[in-house]
């Protein structure tokens, strides 16, 4: 029944990514499952994307690492559940430092959503020189706007190979580690008000396993004033 829902709705929407498509579902109650659960019945159905992987041939794995600070830049976008309430992270990573330069817990996935964390994560580092940016093939990374947006302030672009995610396996570690400790702390009823411990406790093991990070306390960062919590 999920799959056919799932095939069923992306054939609604054949020009949607399965991330997307995946947070488009749940906002609808069609159906509510995981990215990585949406890739492969689009997979086994012939659906996957748009950008087919070629036959034959080999593939670097991943990109040439940075050697200094602000090389690269790696962006995502990651689905959260927060009491109940679906929302958005949206951070950049230094590929260099692994260090969150700016993270945004947003209510929407638009490419406008992307482009102003992005321009809010420029204002903030204030860097002669532009680092690369590296994205997934989501919908909001290959959006006109986007190229755009980023041709204007003189940013070079690398996506990622399709069904390939170690490419920009750096912030899906960090999407994943974070995703462990809301859904640690969302199970607890008191959660509100001892929100700190746990994503204090989190900070710290990031950084201990990512030596050069200077992920710092900024990742705490409210939310909205209307969310009556912070992260």
């Known amino acids: 029944m999920e799959r056919a829902a799932i095939i069923e709705y992306k054939r609604q929407n054949p020009g949607i990514g399965y991330r997307r498509l995946t947070y488009m579902m749940l906002d609808n109650n069609v159906v509510a499952t995981s990215p990585a659960t949406v890739l492969r019945v689009l997979t086994e159905a012939g659906l996957s994307t748009k950008w087919t992987q070629p036959a034959g041939g080999t593939h670097k794995k991943g990109f040439i690492q940075p050697e200094k600070p602000h090389e690269q830049w790696h962006t995502d976008i990651s689905y959260l559940n927060i009491l109940g309430t679906n929302y958005f992270f949206m951070g950049v990573l230094d590929g260099f430092s692994r260090s969150i ?16 964390v992005i321009q809010r994560t420029l204002e903030k580092v204030g860097l002669e020189t532009k680092p690369r940016i590296i994205t997934d093939n989501g919908g909001q990374y290959v959006a006109r ?9 003189d940013i070079s672009h ?7 995610p170690q490419s920009n396996g750096k912030i899906e570690r960090f999407h994943k580690s974070l995703k462990q400790v809301s859904s640690v702390t ?3 009823p008191g ?15 990031f950084r201990s396993c990512c030596q ?4 710092l306390d900024e990742v705490i960062h409210p939310v909205t004033v209307s969310m009556n919590f912070n992260l």
């Open 101 to 116: 330069l700016h993270h945004e817990v947003r209510t929407d996935m638009t490419t406008d959503d992307v482009q102003i």
């Open 191 to 205: 959660w509100s008000t001892q929100v700190t411990h746990p994503f204090h406790l989190f900070l710290h093991l």
């Open 186 to 188: 969302g199970s607890d």
């Open 212 to 215: 050069r990070s200077a992920l």
């Open 145 to 153: 706007e986007f190229k755009d947006f980023l041709k204007f302030r």
């Open 158 to 164: 690398s996506r990622t190979r399709p069904n390939h």
